[in-house]
């Protein structure tokens, strides 16, 4: 069995095809009528001893477990990770030793705040979780994409939650910070300042699942054959660049496609693209511990990339999307905790605190203590000791012996030594009275908020501002937003004063942190920027200048960017040389705002509304600061709208010269520097 696949193959044996299969009942028995009822007489009532109407039924009124009380709306997906070089140096994990060697992964994205069925595009932290299915037992990186969080003490977890939740008054809003207890709990607790300006950042709204960073945000610790430890902190970068949508796109995208992220993934796996990451570690030498203004264990800290480098050293490959979606993507249980030999915890508070409540919230989520048998959570590696029965219990343990120590079965299963690679917690010398307490060195809350803050290009802060502007222009309470006002003047006094005079408050009179260090890794301005995958609306109606658009769309095909066809109607359209494009979408089933970009062609045959749903298609994109790429008849929309000399946007008459300026333009991602209409 090669190593890459030995998840896929564990999975295999737990596969059902059902299709073209005979009805039975769970027992087996086979069924012969399933649409009605055991009735006495046909107009009678229905009869108890239907044994397959109370199977079906009672199987249905059970099917629903409890959401998650976080991370509720996920999407998943398999994939493999490869290691560049061998990591030996600073670890012994097993998967990091030897890059000729791939290791199954499994990966569960999730938005944070919203129930299990809201919408997708949300301002909210996206969690990136990672099962590694290595052959030393499995290791979950359960991170997220933004590495910095709200509080620096699990104790506040519950807190942070009650007040981000709908209010339990009138459960409302759904999936939103934009609301007046989370901005009271964020005033009142200002160590969030930090992870609040990333929410409030373009990082809080990822275009894709496939274009967003990954972030294990503690500081773990690796540590060597020799029983050194190096401190690290963990990254996922995307191959195809950090990139989000804007604002009110999002909003408009969780009306037109609620499930717009999931979709994403899942076509681009179908259609094998591959989302892929690049693994980078952040390694500080424990000698280090001390060198910096900030503490590593402080988890509203980052370590910027420019002191610490980020070295890479694997990548992932997500290339098989889910059989069953509850199976796989709902059933599996993450854990902070599932560590492997060679990495190993720190003392950040807030990590030691996530290692009691993920086992704790999966006992009443899935029903007992079982799940590590689930086929999605289960090792690919034996897994043997004296735990036994339980809800649910698959395995047959067989004979007497289930206590260690024994003679009875040669006190076995036996605990391992080190070298045999039994798991030994790092030696940290620890000391200390009991206290409940904050260390001062926790007590920095606005420095980093302000480098933040510093490192981001004029577009990416305007869009902060708007946030506030927007959030803040949601809560009711002329308090909290004073408080909030008050509070951000601490990281810039620009950025208070704007949202305070939108929102009606006065303007701070306190004076900013006067912290004038940036991380240019922070902004997302020098992201990497390419074609690949990027969704091209081409509007298009009958007579269409057959040859000379055929020449744009087999460029962008080239260069890897999908086109679809929008029309007024579905069918065909006919080009004026006979030739045919299949429409995959009207006006009326898709919307601008479900594109990366749109090319205008028009055809000869256009009427009155044609030319209205093009303009408000091309006018909405204008002003998401979309490319625009227009040949033909397409050029008159541009005109009416007086957007031709706009920045990234792209007419031409040369098919050649406009696919290539087209392509440049969408690769770009989106054109700031322009004027909205
Ligand atoms: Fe979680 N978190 N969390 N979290 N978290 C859960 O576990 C918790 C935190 C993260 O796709 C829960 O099985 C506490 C930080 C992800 O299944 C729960 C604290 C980070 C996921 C829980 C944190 C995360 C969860 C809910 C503060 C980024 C989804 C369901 C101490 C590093 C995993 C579950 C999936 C899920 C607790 C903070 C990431 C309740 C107590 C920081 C990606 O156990």
């Known amino acids: 069995m090669s190593n890459e696949n030995r998840k896929n193959d564990q999975l295999e044996q737990f596969r059902v095809k059902d299709e073209g299969k005979e009805m039975t009942t769970n027992q087996g028995v086979k069924v012969s009528e399933d649409e009605f009822s055991l009735k006495a007489g046909e107009r009678g009532p229905t009869l108890m001893e239907d044994f397959h109407f109370r199977e079906k039924m009672t199987h249905f009124d059970h099917e629903r477990i409890p959401e998650r009380i976080v991370h509720a709306r996920g999407f998943a997906a398999h994939g493999e990770f490869e290691l560049y070089e ?10 990091l030793q030897d890059p000729s060697k791939k290791t199954p992964v499994f990966v569960r994205f999730s938005t944070v705040a919203g129930s299990k069925g809201s919408a997708e595009t949300v301002r909210d932290a996206r969690g990136f979780a990672t ?25 506040k977890f519950p807190d942070l939650v009650h007040a981000v939740k709908p209010e339990p008054h009138n459960e409302m809003p759904q999936a939103a910070s934009a609301h007046d207890t989370f901005w009271d709990f964020v005033a009142n607790n200002q160590e969030s300042a930090h992870m609040v300006m990333w929410a409030m950042s373009d990082r809080a709204i990822p275009r894709s699942l496939r274009m967003m960073e990954g972030f294990g945000v503690h500081t773990f610790r690796f540590v060597n054959e020799e029983g050194k430890a190096h401190f690290v902190k963990f990254h996922w970068k995307p191959v195809l660049g950090t990139h989000s949508l804007v604002w009110d796109e999002a909003q408009k995208i969780n009306g037109k496609d609620p499930d717009f992220h999931r979709r994403d993934l899942w076509e681009s796996i179908e259609n094998g693209d591959y989302p892929e990451y690049e693994f980078g570690v952040q390694i ?26 980020v070295k890479i050293i694997g990548k992932m490959t997500l290339n098989r999307n889910v059989d069953n979606v509850f199976a796989e993507t709902e059933q599996a249980a993450f854990h902070p905790g599932h560590v492997v030999p060679g990495i190993d915890f720190s003392n950040d508070p807030l990590l030691q605190g996530r290692l009691f409540s993920y086992t704790d919230t999966q006992l009443i989520r899935l029903g007992g ?28 343990n067989r004979g007497p012996v289930s206590y260690h120590k024994n003679s009875l079965a040669s006190n076995t299963p036996r605990p391992v030594s080190e070298e045999e690679g039994g798991y030994v917690h790092y030696q940290e010398k620890v000391e200390g009275r009991k206290v409940r307490n904050r260390s001062e060195s926790f007590k920095d809350h606005f420095s980093q908020a302000t480098m933040f803050w510093n490192s981001m290009s004029e577009p990416e802060k305007e869009h902060i501002k708007q946030a506030f502007s927007f959030e803040l222009g949601k809560v009711k309470s002329k308090s909290v937003q004073q408080q909030v006002v008050d509070m951000f003047a601490n990281v810039s006094v620009e950025l208070a004063s704007t949202f305070a005079e939108a929102i009606g408050a006065t303007p701070p009179e306190e004076q900013d942190s006067g912290v004038s260090k940036a991380s240019p890794a922070l902004s997302q301005e020098k992201t990497v920027k390419k074609p690949d995958t990027r969704k091209v609306g081409v509007i298009i109606a009958d007579q269409y200048n057959g040859s000379e658009v055929k020449t744009v769309l087999d460029t962008l095909k080239e260069q890897g960017v999908q086109a679809e066809v929008i029309s007024a109607k579905l069918g065909v359209v006919k080009g004026s040389d006979g030739s045919e494009l299949e429409v995959d979408h009207t006006f009326l089933t898709c919307d601008s705002v479900l594109f ?17 749903e093009a303009t408000y298609f091309a006018e909405e994109a204008f002003d998401h600061f979309k490319p625009i790429g227009a040949t033909h008849e397409g050029v008159k929309w541009l005109q009416k709208l007086e957007i031709s ?7 031409g008459e040369d098919m050649k010269q406009f696919s290539a300026s087209f ?12 004027e909205q209409i």
């Open 645 to 651: 000399d706009s920045p990234g946007v792209v007419a």
């Open 663 to 674: 392509i440049e333009a969408i690769s770009a991602h989106r054109h700031w520097n322009r």
């Open 86 to 95: 061998s990591m030996k140096e600073y670890t012994k994990a097993g998967f």
């Open 131 to 155: 099962k590694f299915y290595t052959e030393e037992g499995n290791y979950d990186l359960v991170g997220n994409n933004i590495p910095v969080f709200f509080i620096q003490d699990a104790m």
């Open 369 to 396: 203590p079982n799940f590590h048998e689930l086929p999605i959570n289960r090792p690919v590696c034996p897994f043997h000791n004296n735990q036994r029965d339980g809800y649910g219990r698959q395995t047959i």
């Open 284 to 309: 500080l030498a424990e000698e280090d511990e001390f060198k910096f203004d900030f503490d590593i264990l402080d988890p509203t800290k980052l370590w910027p990339e420019e002191d610490i480098p």
């Open 596 to 612: 990366d970009a749109l090319y205008l062609v028009g055809g000869k045959e256009t009427d009155k509304q044609f030319d209205r």
